[in-house]
């Protein structure tokens, strides 16, 4: 269920034996003038003469036209020859960038997803039909491909302490196979009618396109994307180049065209931001008592902080002096302790900085990590694990869950519910505002009401919240469902269970 990765080896110095090796067997050098700063004349200095001539590596970005000389980016062909990876050389920061797909170094393309399928032997078609089944192995499975990348790709000589490997970025994907490329297009059309949870009105985090959607932040991002336009766009191209490189018909194009036809993907970029706040949220120091503690003020103190902003926000939205006044008397503001709020700033330094997640670590970051105490300085790095990747799954099977598609129960079927509802509760929903709310329901969605502005914002989401209450939410769009598929794997390993309709070989 991976998809791209970032990986970085650091300290360059000490890989120096893998930096020789990406020079000598990847491609990517250029020529171009640049006008270099005074610094880096020592950087140049040190450059190797070939042929008497002076050598210099240095990245051009090409839209800025500026030249950095301590940057090299480089790629190459995979060792099974059908996917171009990258390296890139950060000098200024120590490290070495490898930053691909792993599902297209592995297959060639990312129609087939980074999983067991029914041609490995331990492949259960019950279990590996489920989306957490299959996120449950993942970790193990991209911690044993990230090792025999490094066997694979590199000579034996290139030693790869796994101490300075991190992992910077990581990305989950999942493929939902319909039965029709028009189906597929016209789910995405439905999820289209559905806000994100918690965006609300903030229209720049998300964005709609003809054949996508997408959700983005500057922690992560969410994207849902019809495969077949996106594979007639790129991937078919590459998939051409690498049949003419080979010779022969290695990618089935057809066939792949014809499957990603009938796939709606779902894609998380999981940042190094986002690693870090799922970590010193979730994992840091969770089984320490003190840290447990402390979190709980911090937590406190950051409720009262919002509740705070919430009344400031309401109090500046009336103009009415003598009603101001009202409100703010009605709505204090509520304190918080002197002691509790030094925890709170404490707590919050430490857990609001960012981090690298690394493949291997020692006893001593270890221990920084699980128990509090006082230490010389604050330790960046913590152990990329399956605790970890856990927590970036939930997030990836929230979203998901988040836009799924169900069928429109009729008036009638409502008005059953509510009744059934308030004849097995105390407290009463209010039956005929709601009846009268669902009626704009039956040709709009949710988010349509909510652009119209015919409910104030807390009466909208008062009705969303009582609706929920019997089993109808947001996602209740479609009047009558003839082409919704489950959120699984079922269809997707029917659909290539003989997998050399798609690819020659694998």
């Given at each position: 269920?991976?998809?791209?990765?970032?990986?970085?080896?650091?300290?360059?110095?000490?890989?120096?034996?893998?930096?020789?090796?990406?020079?000598?067997?990847?491609?990517?050098?250029?020529?171009?003038?640049?006008?270099?700063?005074?610094?880096?004349?020592?950087?140049?200095?040190?450059?190797?003469?070939?042929?008497?001539?002076?050598?210099?590596?240095?990245?051009?970005?090409?839209?800025?036209?500026?030249?950095?000389?301590?940057?090299?980016?480089?790629?190459?062909?995979?060792?099974?020859?059908?996917?171009?990876?990258?390296?890139?050389?950060?000098?200024?920061?120590?490290?070495?960038?490898?930053?691909?797909?792993?599902?297209?170094?592995?297959?060639?393309?990312?129609?087939?997803?980074?999983?067991?399928?029914?041609?490995?032997?331990?492949?259960?078609?019950?279990?590996?039909?489920?989306?957490?089944?299959?996120?449950?192995?993942?970790?193990?499975?991209?911690?044993?491909?990230?090792?025999?990348?490094?066997?694979?790709?590199?000579?034996?000589?290139?030693?790869?302490?796994?101490?300075?490997?991190?992992?910077?970025?990581?990305?989950?994907?999942?493929?939902?196979?319909?039965?029709?490329?028009?189906?597929?297009?016209?789910?995405?059309?439905?999820?289209?009618?559905?806000?994100?949870?918690?965006?609300?009105?903030?229209?720049?985090?998300?964005?709609?396109?003809?054949?996508?959607?997408?959700?983005?932040?500057?922690?992560?991002?969410?994207?849902?994307?019809?495969?077949?336009?996106?594979?007639?766009?790129?991937?078919?191209?590459?998939?051409?180049?690498?049949?003419?490189?080979?010779?022969y018909e290695h990618f089935k194009i057809d066939e792949l065209q014809s499957l990603a036809?009938?796939?709606?993907?779902?894609?998380?970029?999981?940042?190094?931001?986002?690693?870090?706040?799922?970590?010193?949220?979730?994992?840091?120091?969770?089984?320490?008592?003190?840290?447990?503690?402390?979190?709980?003020?911090?937590?406190?103190?950051?409720?009262?902080?919002?509740?705070?902003?919430?009344?400031?926000?309401?109090?500046?939205?009336?103009?009415?002096q003598t009603k101001k006044d009202v409100y703010r008397k009605s709505h204090p503001y509520?304190?918080?302790?002197?002691?509790?709020?030094?925890?709170?700033?404490?707590?919050?330094?430490?857990?609001?900085?960012?981090?690298?997640?690394?493949?291997?670590?020692?006893?001593?970051?270890?221990?920084?990590?699980?128990?509090?105490?006082?230490?010389?300085?604050?330790?960046?790095?913590?152990?990329?694990?399956?605790?970890?990747?856990?927590?970036?799954?939930?997030?990836?099977?929230?979203?998901?869950?988040?836009?799924?598609?169900?069928?429109?129960?009729?008036?009638?079927?409502?008005?059953?519910?509510?009744?059934?509802?308030?004849?097995?509760?105390?407290?009463?929903?209010?039956?005929?505002?709601?009846?009268?709310?669902?009626?704009?329901?039956?040709?709009?969605?949710?988010?349509?009401?909510?652009?119209?502005?015919?409910?104030?914002?807390?009466?909208?989401?008062?009705?969303?919240?009582?609706?929920?209450?019997?089993?109808?939410?947001?996602?209740?769009?479609?009047?009558?469902?003839?082409?919704?598929?489950?959120?699984?794997?079922?269809?997707?390993?029917?659909?290539?269970?003989?997998?050399?309709?798609?690819?020659?070989?694998?």
């Amino acid at each position: 269920m991976v998809d791209t990765i970032i990986i970085r080896v650091h300290d360059l110095r000490k890989h120096r034996d893998l930096i020789n090796f990406v020079n000598i067997n990847f491609k990517g050098s250029s020529k171009h003038t640049a006008i270099v700063p005074i610094e880096d004349a020592e950087e140049l200095r040190k450059s190797p003469l070939m042929d008497d001539k002076l050598m210099v590596d240095y990245f051009r970005n090409t839209k800025t036209g500026t030249h950095l000389v301590r940057y090299k980016s480089q790629d190459r062909l995979n060792t099974s020859g059908h996917y171009y990876f990258h390296a890139f050389e950060n000098r200024d920061k120590d490290y070495l960038e490898f930053n691909f797909s792993v599902p297209k170094y592995k297959w060639g393309t990312n129609i087939l997803v980074f999983a067991r399928h029914m041609w490995d032997k331990e492949f259960v078609f019950y279990h590996h039909s489920s989306l957490e089944y299959n996120l449950n192995e993942s970790y193990d499975l991209i911690i044993s491909f990230i090792k025999s990348f490094f066997l694979k790709e590199f000579s034996d000589q290139c030693i790869i302490d796994y101490s300075c490997v991190e992992i910077n970025r990581i990305d989950l994907a999942y493929n939902q196979v319909f039965h029709c490329r028009e189906n597929a297009l016209e789910y995405l059309e439905y999820q289209k009618k559905i806000r994100k949870k918690h965006s609300r009105s903030d229209i720049r985090n998300f964005r709609e396109y003809e054949t996508s959607l997408m959700y983005v932040t500057k922690r992560y991002s969410l994207k849902i994307y019809h495969k077949g336009s996106e594979y007639a766009k790129t991937d078919k191209r590459e998939h051409q180049k690498i049949n003419k490189v080979k010779g022969y018909e290695h990618f089935k194009i057809d066939e792949l065209q014809s499957l990603a036809d009938r796939i709606l993907r779902y894609e998380v970029t999981i940042r190094s931001s986002m690693l870090s706040y799922l970590y010193n949220n979730s994992l840091f120091r969770r089984k320490c008592p003190v840290h447990k503690a402390r979190y709980e003020v911090y937590t406190k103190v950051e409720s009262i902080e919002a509740k705070n902003m919430r009344i400031t926000e309401r109090i500046s939205l009336i103009n009415d002096q003598t009603k101001k006044d009202v409100y703010r008397k009605s709505h204090p503001y509520l304190t918080i302790d002197p002691t509790e709020r030094r925890i709170h700033k404490s707590v919050k330094k430490l857990i609001s900085k960012e981090r690298q997640f690394m493949i291997k670590i020692d006893e001593e970051v270890e221990r920084f990590n699980t128990e509090s105490g006082k230490y010389p300085h604050f330790e960046p790095r913590a152990k990329f694990s399956k605790g970890l990747f856990k927590e970036c799954s939930k997030l990836f099977l929230e979203f998901i869950k988040e836009f799924q598609i169900t069928e429109k129960p009729s008036l009638s079927c409502v008005s059953d519910r509510l009744d059934d509802y308030n004849n097995s509760h105390y407290k009463k929903l209010p039956k005929k505002a709601m009846m009268k709310f669902y009626e704009l329901l039956q040709n709009n969605s949710f988010e349509e009401i909510k652009k119209k502005n015919l409910y104030s914002r807390a009466t909208y989401y008062r009705y969303l919240n009582r609706f929920e209450e019997i089993g109808v939410t947001k996602n209740n769009v479609i009047i009558l469902d003839h082409i919704s598929v489950p959120a699984d794997l079922r269809q997707y390993h029917t659909t290539i269970f003989n997998k050399s309709n798609f690819l020659r070989s694998a």
